[in-house]
């Protein structure tokens, strides 16, 4: 079982620079989610996928975040003209949706430091 | 915003003695999970109760869940320091599509 992955798990950046996250989620599952968790807070929703659609976007989406799942497989979250308040950890998951409940399996998330 | 929210934020006791989390919604649900998360790390999943449950059991972990008075509890008997880490509750709403989490407690076991 090789769980959810991304990468990378750390970056550092200059503010109104271009950053992409990258998410392999357990290969089985057919959903994908993208949460946003800053120092203190519990993880906030952003988007989620079923297959390849995006079903859902969050407010906390400004128009400079943006997130594909190519085919259904891994996941890329793009953030343009990083601002400060960008700074946070962003975490991928992902989950086999049945008709029995939801358990969403989280990665490691990754780090973003905005300069 | 948040779903769920926690209570307390932060618990500190010792080695041995039992932990309780409560967790308040606002919504009709599917399901509520807990989870945990070491500083720094991704949440690991704990438990999932279903909306029709009121009662599951874990190894040491005791969820209770309450869908009248829309709260949830998190027990952990016999703490250990190992347990010390933020617990969040997550709600699904009964739609499915979206799960939504609290600000957390911090739990720390002094050893």
């Known amino acids: 079982d090789t769980g959810v992955s991304q990468n990378p798990r750390h970056k550092i950046t200059k503010r109104g620079q271009n950053v992409t996250f990258r998410c392999d989620p357990i290969s089985e599952h057919n959903r994908l989610y993208w949460y946003r968790q800053t120092l203190g807070q519990g993880p906030e929703f952003l988007t989620y996928f079923q297959n390849e659609a995006q079903l859902e976007k969050s407010r906390l989406l400004s128009d400079r975040f943006s997130a594909e799942r190519p085919k259904g497989s891994f996941s890329t979250l793009e953030i343009q003209r990083t601002e400060q308040g960008d700074s946070a950890m962003y975490l991928c998951?992902?989950?086999?949706?049945?008709?029995?409940?939801?358990?969403?399996?989280f990665g490691e998330g990754s780090w973003l430091t905005v300069v | 915003s948040q779903q769920g929210e926690e209570d307390p934020q932060a618990l500190s006791i010792q080695e041995g003695e039992n932990a309780t989390m409560n967790c308040s919604y606002k919504?009709?649900?599917?399901?509520l999970q807990w989870y945990r998360q070491n500083s720094g790390r991704g949440l690991v999943h704990l438990i999932l109760?279903?909306?029709?449950?009121r009662e599951k059991h874990s190894g040491r972990l005791r969820v209770t869940l309450d869908t009248s008075k829309k709260s949830s509890s998190l027990l952990i008997t016999a703490s250990r320091a190992a347990d010390t880490a933020s617990y969040f509750c997550?709600?699904?709403?009964?739609?499915?599509?979206?799960?939504?989490f609290g600000a957390g407690t911090r739990l720390f076991v002094k050893a």
């Open positions: 919504t009709s649900i599917n399901n």
């Open positions: 997550a709600t699904t709403n009964t739609g499915g599509f979206k799960t939504i």
């Open positions: 998951a992902s989950s086999l949706v049945t008709g029995f409940g939801n358990t969403i399996y």
């Open positions: 109760i279903r909306s029709n449950e």
